[in-house]
């Protein structure tokens, strides 16, 4: 299957600072990127949806201003947690699909905030 | 609101014999279902999925069961084999775009597969 790669794999800050994930499409263009949050002991839930060039569409009860994402080219999108708090704490995780194709996933990032 | 239930967190069986996942769902707007598995460390990758037009797939050692009139379905594994433990999870979308827009995610159950 095609790879997508996500980046860190943890990472711990300190709150108040805010961390940036980066999710790569390696042999394929990614026109649709899709962001997951999953809390301990609870499902994969979708945060946002972005297609390359446009802004990212958000779930109901996701803070645009908090969770920024940028799909700026058809290979990377990311996501920044500004102002990270330690609720913020979870394991994100993105797939890309290529146009009507099956979306793969990354490898997820843990984040803990201090 | 889960949408998606998997309500087995954990299940164990004997290699050689047969695995049944379950899932359950409560939107019936729902018309494409994906089971994905899921190693530590990893993303969830694809197993096999089906359409609410159909009420079985079967791919290899792995069949899923559908039936819309109890809003259930069911992976099975036979046999199953060291390598199948792992998370799975049940995943649903609607749209009728074979579950490539949004996927709505079941909280995964354990499979740890004993020699």
């Known amino acids: 299957g095609a790879v997508v790669s996500q980046h860190p794999s943890r990472v711990i800050c300190k709150s108040g600072t805010s961390v940036k994930i980066e999710c790569r499409s390696l042999?394929?263009?990614?026109?649709?990127m899709f962001w997951y949050r999953q809390f301990p002991k609870q499902s994969l839930m979708l945060m946002a949806t972005s297609n390359e060039g446009s802004k990212a569409t958000y779930e109901q009860g996701v803070e645009k201003d908090k969770f920024l994402i940028n799909h700026a080219s058809l290979t990377l999108s990311t996501l920044t947690v500004t102002s990270a708090h330690p609720e913020d704490s979870s394991f994100y995780i993105c797939?890309?699909?290529?146009?009507?194709?099956?979306?793969?996933f990354g490898q997820g990032t843990r984040l803990t905030v201090v | 609101d889960q949408q998606v239930k998997q309500n087995s967190p954990s299940l164990s069986v004997q290699e050689g014999r047969i695995s049944i996942l379950n899932c359950d769902y409560t939107n019936s707007m729902f018309d494409y279902f994906l089971w994905y598995k899921k190693y530590p460390a990893e993303g969830p990758t694809f197993l096999i999925s089906i359409s609410s037009i159909k009420d079985k797939n079967e791919d290899g050692r792995f069949t899923v069961f559908l039936n819309k009139s109890a809003k259930h379905l069911s992976l099975h594994i036979v046999p199953s084999q060291p390598g199948d433990s792992a998370v799975y999870f049940c995943a649903a979308s609607a749209g009728s775009n074979f579950g490539n827009e949004k996927l709505t995610f079941g909280t995964g159950t354990r499979l740890t597969i004993i020699p």
């Open positions: 797939s890309a699909r290529g146009g009507a194709a099956r979306a793969f």
């Open positions: 042999d394929f263009q990614a026109t649709t």
